[in-house]
């Protein structure tokens, strides 16, 4: 006589759907907040990247104010703002870049400017002042809003001059993806 083959049982098979129903439905209410905090993540590291960038920029321009392969006129370094913002929120600097004794203010342009203007960092060369047309911004403003730029000097160890600054935004789809930098620079060539 064969052997009886035999299947599961109306009970098992009910627990078994039972089952995979509640693990179908954990699972689609976990991708939703999952795929939400990668694209968080994602923004944050954005955010971080943009503001490290505009930073290392800025250094750059900081740690050359002052050089001048003669005898330059002028200010190295001068700090103030653009009409409606914050006090201290535009930086402008200066530094023989082409090693010509002086810093220039025509075709090579030698002085390096960056200011807080409407939620962007904007930046502009052969500027001698913070107010004015022609800057242009170095950032996305519809992915990222930057709420703080100050800059300050401030005395190091030996007098030797340093300067501080500050960076910080936030995301513009969301808000409350936020970020702030803050760097001391050593102004050598002084």
Not at 129 to 137: D, V
Request: hydrophobic share 40%; with cysteine.
């Amino acid at each position: 006589m064969p052997a009886l083959e035999q299947g599961f049982t109306l009970p098992e098979v009910m627990l078994a759907m039972t089952f995979g129903s509640l693990i179908a439905l954990a699972a689609a209410k976990t991708l939703p907040v999952l795929r939400q905090q990668t694209a968080d993540v994602g923004r944050h590291y954005r955010l971080e990247l943009v503001l490290r960038q505009l930073a290392f920029g800025i250094e750059k321009d900081l740690r050359r104010a002052g050089f001048c392969a003669g005898q330059c006129q002028g200010r190295a370094l001068t700090i103030g703002n653009a009409e409606g913002e914050a006090s201290n929120s535009c930086v402008i600097v200066a530094y023989d870049l082409n090693r010509n004794g002086q810093w220039d203010n025509a075709a090579d342009a030698e002085y390096f400017g960056y200011r807080l203007r409407a939620g962007a960092l904007e930046g502009q060369r052969g500027v001698t002042q913070c107010r004015g047309n022609g800057w242009e911004r170095l950032h996305d403003p519809e992915e990222i809003r930057i709420t703080t730029f100050s800059i300050s000097e401030i005395a190091g160890n030996g007098g030797k001059p340093l300067v501080l600054f500050s960076l910080g935004g936030h995301s513009n789809t969301r808000e409350s993806i936020q970020q702030r930098l803050e760097w001391i620079v050593s102004m050598e060539a002084f």
